[in-house]
Each structure stands twice: as C-alpha cells, then as structure tokens.
Nanobody
Framework: QVQLVESGGGLVQPGGSLRLSCAAS????????MGWYRQAPGKQRGLVAT???????NYADSVKGRFTISRDNAKNTVYLEMNSLKAEDTAVYYC??????????????WGQGTQVTVAS
C-alpha cells in the first residue's frame, strides 16, 4: 500500500499563490507517475498536472503557464506551485500516484484531498 498525505491548501486572494505538497510513504517502490487532480463542487475530478519519475510533465490547458509541478524522488514528494490563482481554481486538490508492478499490474493511489479556495 501507498499512503499519500497532502498539505498546503487554504484560502488565497485572486492573483495570489499557494504551494501544495504531497508526501508518499509505504510501499513506494515502483511508483512512476505522480500528479494532482482537482474537483470543484458539482464537477467531475479532472487532471491538473502530472510528472513522471523521469521528470516529464503534463498540464491541463487551464493551468499552463500558471502552475508548476515538481518532484523530489529522494523525498518521495510531489509539489504543485500555483501562481496567478483565479476563482475558478477553487476546488479540492487530490494527490495521485500510479504504481506498476514487475508483472505490469497498475495500481492507483489517492490522497485525502486538500481544499484550495480563491476568493477576495
């Protein structure tokens, strides 16, 4: 099992910044992709950004140029730097990790979520 613990959410004014962190623990060997998803009230959970163990990144169009995902493999931690925040970024942000075993079986793990609220 893999445990993911997020931190760093909160209330911020439009135009402000926040940094989310997600620390992975447990059976972390084999974790490849890590990333962030978000879910706003009444909407489905959707991709924000992902990063592979090699550092390749992928972003939702809505956050490109404003958000930066990074990863510290030594600390098993993934970060999301969020700048120029907008009201529409308000959501619960979930950390995600994908693990592929030596026989090719994929497991997906989720954190408990952290609330990000952008309001004046």
């Amino acid at each position: 099992q893999v445990q993911l613990v997020e931190s760093g959410g909160g209330l911020v004014q439009p135009g402000g910044s926040l940094r989310l962190s997600c620390a992975a623990s447990g059976s972390i060997f084999g974790i490849n992709d890590m990333g962030w998803y978000r879910q706003a009230p009444g909407k489905q959970r959707g991709l924000v950004a992902t990063i592979t163990s090699g550092g390749s990144t992928n972003y939702a169009d809505s956050v490109k140029g404003r958000f930066t995902i990074s990863r510290d493999n030594a600390k098993n931690t993934v970060y999301l730097e969020m700048n120029s925040l907008k009201a529409e970024d308000t959501a619960v942000y979930y950390c995600h990790a994908a693990k592929i075993t030596h026989i090719g079986v994929r497991y997906d793990y989720w954190g408990q979520g952290t609330q990000v609220t952008v309001a004046s």
